[in-house]
C-alpha cells in the first residue's frame, strides 16, 4: 500500500494487519509515546509510498519504512527493525490519512480484521473457529461498504451500524471485555473525516460510538423468568471507566462542537445525537440518569463552550416540552424539567431556570453535581450579582445535603464576596435559611469572619461544648470580645453538674477556671467571687463536685 495516496478501507484494514504482524504490542505502545511527544522529525513519503524520518531517542535515529512490507524496514538504532522508533514513524505517516491512530496502536486487539492470523490460530486449534471467520465476512464486506455512506445516514442507523459492528467474529461477549474488543471493532470501520467533507465527524462518531457502548454496558436485560439482571461488579467498572473516558475527551475539548462553523449535514447529525440521547435519557429506565449525566456533560462541555445559537437552545426546549406532553414516570419527569432548566440557563433566562429546577426537586431531589455543574458556569463568567443569586436561589435546594456537598456551595459564596462584598448580609439570611443542613458551614463562616457574637449564639442554641474547641478557637474571641463568652462557659458548667458523675464534675471544673481567668480579664473580681459563693451553696450537698473544686484549687 503507499501512503502517500489516501487508503481505501480495505487497504487500512490490510495496514493495520500488517502493522500487528510486524510490531509486538510493547513496541506499538512505546512508539505511540514517541508519537505523542512529538519525536518524529521531517517526514517525507515519496511518490512510491517509502517513508524516511528522523526520530529522537536517546540520540537522533533515521528510519526508512516500507509500508507495502514492512518487513524491508530498518532503524539507525541498535535495535534496526520493529523498534519503537519506526513505530512512531509509521504512526506520524498514518495520521496523515485522518485515521484513528488508536486502532494501529491497538493493532494485536483487533477482534475482528486480523482475517490471515485468525485463520492461522483456527487452522491450529486456536482462537476464533474457521467457520465464524467465514460466516462473518459478509458481514463485514457489508459494513466497508456502508462505512463511507455514514454521513448521509441518520444516527439511529449509525447506532444500527455500532450494533452490527459489535456483532462481528472476535468481538468479546464477556461484558468485562466487551467495552474495549466493540470499541476497536468500531474505530477500524471509521471512514476518514475529510473524505466525507465533514470536519467534525470523527467527532460525532467517537461520541456516538462511546454512547452506544456504554448503553449496551448499563442496559439492563432479563432473564427466561423475567427477572431484572443488574450489571455486575466488572461491567460496571467498565461503564463508570467509559464514562470518565467520555468526560475527559469533553473537558479537554477534544470533543468540541462548533456549531457556527458546521456544515448544515453535521448540524443535523448533532441535532440528530442529542435527539437519540433525549429518547434513552427520557425512557423512564433506570439508567436513564446516567444518559441525563452524558446529556448535560454534551452540553455543558461540548457545546455551550463553544457555540451559541439562540435557535439550537431554543429547538430542544420545544422537544423537551413535546416529549413532558406525553406520559411518563416520575424519574423522567425530573429529568425533562432538569434539562429544560439547562437549556433555559444557557439563553440566560435564569427566572425560568430556577422555577424548572425547584419543579425537578419536588419530584425527585436534584443531586448537587447538577447544581454545581451550573454553579461553576456563572463563576466561569466572573459575573459576581448573578452568582450572588444563583447561590441564593439554590441553596435551598442544598438543604437535603450535608458535607462535602455544603462546603462546595460555601466555596462559591467565598468567590462571590470577592467580588460583591455587599452581598455578605445576603449570605448570612441564606446560610441561617438553610439550617439545620448548614450548620457546619455557618458555623465556620461566623468563626472565619469574626462574627463572635452570631458565633456564640449559634452554639448556645445548639448547647455544643466549650470543651469540644481547641483553646486555639476561641482565643481570638477572648482576645477581642471577652464578655460573650461567659454565657458559652456558665451554660456548659450547670449541664456538666447535672449529669452528676465525676468525669462530668471534672469538666465543670475545667470551665470554672476559665471562667475565673476570664472574670480577672474583665476586671470583675467581685462579680466572680458572688458567683462562686452561690455556686457552692446551691449544690453543697455533691461532695464529689466539692473533691474536684478542691483539687482544682477553686475550694480551699
Not at 529522537?56 to 514492512?70: I, K, M, Q
Not at 468540541?256 to 443535523?268: A, D, V
Not at 439508567?287 to 456533560?297: D, E, I
Not at 436534584?366 to 458556569?377: G, K, M, N, S, V
Amino acid at each position: 500500500m503507499n501512503l502517500a495516496q489516501p487508503l481505501d478501507d480495505l487497504e487500512w484494514q490490510e495496514l493495520i494487519e500488517d502493522t500487528a504482524q510486524y510490531f509486538n504490542e510493547i513496541m506499538l505502545k512505546r512508539g505511540f509515546q514517541y508519537y505523542k511527544q512529538q519525536r518524529v522529525r521531517d517526514l517525507e513519503i515519496t511518490d512510491s509510498g517509502d517513508i524516511s524520518a528522523g526520530v529522537s531517542g536517546t540520540e537522533p535515529y533515521y528510519v526508512r519504512l516500507y509500508p507495502a512490507d514492512l518487513q524491508r524496514s530498518i532503524c539507525s538504532c541498535p535495535v534496526e527493525t520493529r523498534c519503537k522508533h519506526l513505530a512512531a514513524a509509521l504512526l506520524e505517516a498514518a495520521s496523515r490519512q485522518g485515521r484513528s491512530i488508536t486502532a494501529l496502536v491497538n493493532a494485536h486487539s483487533a477482534p475482528l480484521l486480523s482475517r490471515r492470523s485468525k485463520v492461522t490460530s483456527a487452522a491450529r486449534g486456536t482462537g476464533t473457529p474457521q467457520d465464524e471467520l467465514d460466516h462473518g465476512k459478509p458481514q463485514l464486506q457489508k459494513l466497508l461498504q456502508t462505512a463511507p455512506r455514514l454521513g448521509e445516514l441518520s444516527i439511529a442507523e449509525w447506532h444500527e451500524f455500532f450494533h452490527q459492528a459489535s456483532l462481528l467474529p472476535g468481538v468479546a461477549v464477556t461484558h468485562s471485555m466487551y467495552s474495549r474488543s466493540a470499541m476497536d471493532a468500531i474505530q477500524q470501520l471509521k471512514p476518514a473525516g475529510a473524505k466525507l467533507s465533514m470536519a467534525s465527524f470523527t467527532t460525532l462518531y467517537d461520541f456516538n460510538a462511546s454512547l452506544f457502548i456504554l448503553g449496551q454496558l448499563i442496559g439492563q436485560s432479563k432473564n427466561s423468568n423475567g427477572a431484572t439482571l443488574f450489571m455486575g461488579y466488572h461491567v460496571q467498572m467498565a461503564a463508570e471507566q467509559l464514562l470518565n473516558s467520555m468526560t475527559n475527551q469533553l473537558d479537554s475539548g477534544k470533543w468540541s462542537f462548533r456549531i457556527q462553523e458546521m456544515k448544515e449535514r453535521e448540524t443535523l447529525l448533532l441535532q440528530g445525537t442529542i435527539d437519540f440521547l433525549r429518547d434513552k435519557m427520557l425512557s423512564g429506565a433506570p439508567k436513564s440518569p446516567t444518559y441525563y449525566q452524558v446529556y448535560s456533560l454534551l452540553w455543558a462541555r461540548g457545546i455551550a463552550p463553544y457555540s451559541f445559537n439562540a435557535a439550537f437552545y431554543e429547538r430542544e426546549l420545544q422537544q423537551l416540552k413535546t416529549a413532558a406532553n406525553e406520559k411518563q414516570p416520575p424519574a423522567s419527569s425530573s429529568i425533562s424539567l432538569m434539562a429544560s432548566a439547562l437549556m433555559h440557563f444557557y439563553l440566560k433566562q435564569d427566572e425560568a431556570c430556577w422555577d424548572k429546577l425547584y419543579g425537578a426537586d419536588e419530584v425527585m431531589h436534584i443531586h448537587p453535581y447538577d447544581l454545581f455543574q451550573l454553579l461553576d458556569a456563572v463563576e466561569q463568567n466572573k459575573d459576581g450579582h448573578r452568582l450572588v443569586r444563583w447561590l441564593v436561589e439554590t441553596g435551598p435546594l442544598f438543604a437535603h445535603y450535608n458535607n462535602p456537598y455544603m462546603s462546595q456551595y460555601m466555596s462559591f459564596w467565598e468567590q462571590a464576596l470577592e467580588w460583591v462584598p455587599q452581598a455578605e448580609a445576603q449570605m448570612w439570611d441564606t446560610l441561617t435559611a438553610m439550617l439545620p443542613f448548614s450548620k457546619v458551614i455557618y458555623d465556620d463562616a461566623l468563626w472565619s469572619r469574626g462574627q463572635w457574637r452570631r458565633w456564640i449564639d449559634l452554639q448556645l442554641s445548639t448547647e455544643r461544648e466549650p470543651l469540644d474547641y481547641r483553646v486555639s478557637v476561641l482565643a481570638p474571641i477572648e482576645k477581642e470580645e471577652p464578655e460573650l463568652l461567659l454565657p458559652f462557659y456558665h451554660q456548659a458548667v450547670e449541664r456538666y453538674v447535672l449529669q452528676k458523675n465525676r468525669s462530668s464534675y471534672k469538666s465543670a471544673v475545667k470551665l470554672l477556671k476559665r471562667l475565673a481567668k476570664l472574670y480577672k480579664k474583665l476586671k470583675q473580681p467581685e462579680r466572680w467571687e458572688l458567683f462562686l459563693d452561690a455556686f457552692i451553696e446551691r449544690h453543697s450537698r455533691l461532695r464529689a463536685l466539692h473533691e474536684e473544686m478542691r483539687r482544682g484549687k477553686l475550694l480551699s
